[in-house]
């Protein structure tokens, strides 16, 4: 099956600053979703996106279909963002069952 | 937020007991997914089901159950808990090809 690998694992950030987390995956896809896990364990869909970029406040996402990654931006960051980033992205066949990273561990400090 | 409902949130159990949890949609989606949560795997895909009374084993499918009677429901059963069924597992629902929505989780222990 599909492969789903994420850098970094672990992210210490002091609030304000701006990070880039990735995505790689093993095979063409026609979609990637990017989720957000809070610290009480709710899994927030922040991103759904097949290909090109999207934003949404200060987080934004960019997908390279061909080139088989893609990649979150988070720009001047806050404490409410810590937790962990998964990308998830399909398998090939009906039902499209998702395959996730292992994700990014993301902590926001003041 | 998806209307994805599952309980219960929380359980704690006794080795070789059954134990059912149960997903609930109000969404009308075709397919419904349960994954489990493990430190240092992330969520791995259980069983999932592709509509009333279709469903499918994902890659951590021993020692788990499902079933689907109704479009709005999907159970997952454990016929016999083992410590190793310790876990956070999620729902998840679909519609085709499109997003994919996650319930709030249950947190089981089996003691």
């Known amino acids: 099956g599909i492969q789903v690998e994420q850098s970094p694992p672990d992210l210490i950030l002091q609030e304000g600053a701006n990070s880039t987390l990735r995505c790689n995956f093993s095979d063409s896809v026609n979609n990637l979703q990017w989720f957000h896990q809070n610290p009480w364990g709710q899994l927030i869909n922040l991103f759904y996106i097949p290909s090109g970029t999207k934003q949404n406040g200060r987080l934004s996402a960019t997908t390279v279909a061909t080139e088989r990654y893609s990649l979150l931006y988070i720009s001047s960051s806050q404490t409410t963002d810590s937790g962990v980033y998964f990308c998830a992205v399909p398998n090939t066949g009906t039902a499209s069952k998702l395959t996730f990273g292992t994700g990014t561990r993301l902590q926001v400090t003041l | 937020d998806a209307g994805i409902t599952q309980s219960p949130r929380h359980k704690v159990t006794e080795t070789g007991t059954p134990v059912t949890l149960r997903c609930h949609q109000t969404e009308n989606h075709r397919y419904m997914y349960w994954y489990r949560q493990d430190p240092g795997h992330g969520l791995r895909l259980i069983h999932y089901s592709y509509g009333v009374k279709d469903t499918d084993k994902g890659e951590v499918s021993d020692g788990y159950s499902v079933s689907r009677s109704k479009t709005e429901d999907f159970l997952l059963t454990l016929e016999s808990a083992t410590s190793s069924q310790t876990s956070v597992y999620f729902c998840?629902?679909?519609?085709?090809?499109?997003?994919?929505?996650f319930g709030q989780g249950t947190r089981l222990t089996v003691v």
């Open positions: 998840a629902i679909r519609d085709g090809g499109a997003e994919a929505f």
